[in-house]
């Protein structure tokens, strides 16, 4: 079985020699903050399940920078994982509280994501099935367990025809520069079969 480590390492090989990625480079190490990363947000927030969500928690990666941007633009409250407080989050409905350099002067410490329905964590690989592989480590490596939907953005050579390692967590939406891919549910945890 190929190792996620190869899985990361191959992804972003791939996204360097394309160019289809941006600042922080190169991307390894990172859940790379690929090109067109503005317009998959765009694709995600259309989707009506996110339209309906008016709480979100949202990773801190450079990925997700535009996703934050236009949820706080069209109204929403968002959670972001605190950098320097593990466990702690930044509630923010500030558009200006986008960006994590400005979270400190326009978003609120707390400890709780209250009233949060979704969460929408980068990755560094997904498949259609909702399989989702992030960098490793940090806040959202092995999904949240918070009982929530999540979703990823992704990038064409981010999207795996099936992950061949163990996958960190399980997304239900791929949002894509170009559309908007919806997964299966996941299996239940003890591996019975769904009624």
Known sequence: MTTAGAVREQVWDDLMGRGACAYPLPPHGHCPNFTHAKKAATQLL???ELQAHRTLIVGPERA???LRQQ?????KTLYVPHQKKE???????DPRGARLSTLPEYGEPTLTPDGAQAAVLACVSVDPQGARLGKGFGWGARGLHLNLPEYTLAHPLMLSAALPCPADSHVTLIGMPDQVLTCPPPPPPDGTERP
């Open 64 to 66: 997700l920078l535009p």
């Open 71 to 75: 949820a706080l633009k069209a109204g």
């Open 46 to 48: 259309a989707h009506p």
């Open 87 to 93: 466990g702690w989050y930044w509630r923010v409905t």
